[in-house]
Structures are given as C-alpha cells and as structure tokens.
C-alpha cells in the first residue's frame, strides 16, 4: 500500500490537496508501484528558489524539483517501504507555465505530478524534446488519466 504525504510550508493549503493524493496513488498504480512512501511540497516560488539555488545552482524559481532519496526502511513487521524522495512544485510557476503553454492549470498539475514521480522512479531527460522516453511516459501517463480531476 502506497502512502502520500502532503506539507504546504509557505502558503495557505489549497483545498484539493485530499484529491492529489488520490491521483497521485492511481499513478503509482499505473506504474504498479508498492510501498512507496512519497513526499509532496506546495510552495511559492521564493521557496523553490532557495531549494534551486542551493541544490542546482541556479538562482531562479522553477516549476518542480524531485530529491530522489530512493532508501529502503524494514518495517518492525517485516515489511519493507520504499522512500523514493521529494516532489517540490511551486504552486505560483505552476500558473505562470499554463499561461504560458496555453493549458488548463488542471493539466499543468497532474503533469508535474507524474513529471515528479518518473524522476523519483529512476527516469531522466537530457533535453526537453518530445522524443525523450521519460517525456513520452509522462504524456502517455497524463492522457490515461485524463479524466481524474483534482482541481475543484
């Protein structure tokens, strides 16, 4: 059984986190992955830029960052957990990129959701291009969910 859990550090907590976890465990579930214990932060961009700056060098807000930690925790019951790491998504670049790209906030979320997700799962892109595996992944990902919502 996968576990999501959701911190909002520097803004007040948007009333659709409930419906995050919700997707986010079907998209592990896609992914047929079990005994995850996932982290997500909803935050600013004056707080990414902090995480961006001292992680990646790069003094700019972006939209999503994933820690991967990737540790494996044996349960007092045997069981064991998997901790793959942080997703970080700064809610304000978030809206920043819909405008930008054209697309509903809906979709830009459920986007760096998964974006977020296949980083912490062992997956990477050089470029931005289509083409990429992990891009693809994602795109695929986003139209077989495309009838969850998590917006209100």
């Known amino acids: 059984m996968n576990q999501v859990y959701i911190d909002v550090p520097d803004i007040e907590a948007p009333p659709w986190l409930n419906s995050v976890k919700s997707y986010i465990l079907k998209v592990l579930d896609i992914l047929d992955r079990d005994n995850w214990d996932l982290s997500v932060v909803f935050c600013s961009d004056v707080f990414i830029r ?10 700019e807000a972006t939209d999503v960052l994933s820690f991967p930690l990737g540790t494996v925790l044996e349960g007092e019951d045997g069981q064991s957990r998997y901790l793959p790491g942080d997703i970080v998504i700064s ?23 998964i974006h977020g997700i296949l980083h912490l799962d062992g997956m990477d892109h050089t470029t931005n291009d289509e083409k990429e595996p992990m891009l693809q992944l994602q795109e695929k990902l986003l ?10």
């Open 50 to 59: 902090r995480l961006n700056t001292e992680y990646r060098g790069k003094d």
């Open 91 to 113: 809610l304000e670049t978030l809206r920043e990129n819909a405008g930008y790209f054209q697309t509903p906030e809906e979709e830009e979320l459920r986007r760096l959701l």
């Open 143 to 152: 139209v077989s969910l495309a009838g969850e919502r998590i917006l209100p």
